[in-house]
Nanobody, 114 residues
Framework: EVQLVESGGGLVQPGGSLRLSCAAS????????MNWVRQAPGKELEWISTITRTRTTSYADSVKGRFTISRDNAKNTLYLQLNSLKTEDTAMYYC????????RGQGTQVTVSS
């Protein structure tokens, strides 16, 4: 069974940082491109970042320069480092795979507030 389990969310002040993790199982993690997406209250799902199996990365303009995606294939884990957080980054954050069938985790909440 394919599973994605996110963790690392929380409440942080503007300008702060968080590191999100996504533990993957049930598929060949090391060969699959992986994504982070987010959904703010009342808004549509927003793509944030993708990392390929060769570790090529891409980012949405809204997070470029502040967020960093990475992966540890030995640990089957995807990461998202969030720096210089803004109130508009408040959302539920999900990791997902779309190659070979779409699966998304249950999400981890990030709240940016003073």
């Amino acid at each position: 069974e394919v599973q994605l389990v996110e963790s690392g969310g929380g409440l942080v002040q503007p300008g702060g940082s968080l590191r999100l993790s996504c533990a993957a199982s049930g598929f060949n993690f090391d060969i699959v491109p992986m994504n982070w997406v987010r959904q703010a209250p009342g808004k549509e799902l927003e793509w944030i970042s993708t990392i390929t199996r060769t570790r090529t990365t891409s980012y949405a303009d809204s997070v470029k320069g502040r967020f960093t995606i990475s992966r540890d294939n030995a640990k089957n884990t995807l990461y998202l480092q969030l720096n210089s957080l803004k109130t508009e980054d408040t959302a539920m954050y999900y990791c997902e795979k779309t190659f070979g069938g779409s699966v998304r985790g249950q999400g981890t909440q990030v709240t940016v507030s003073s």
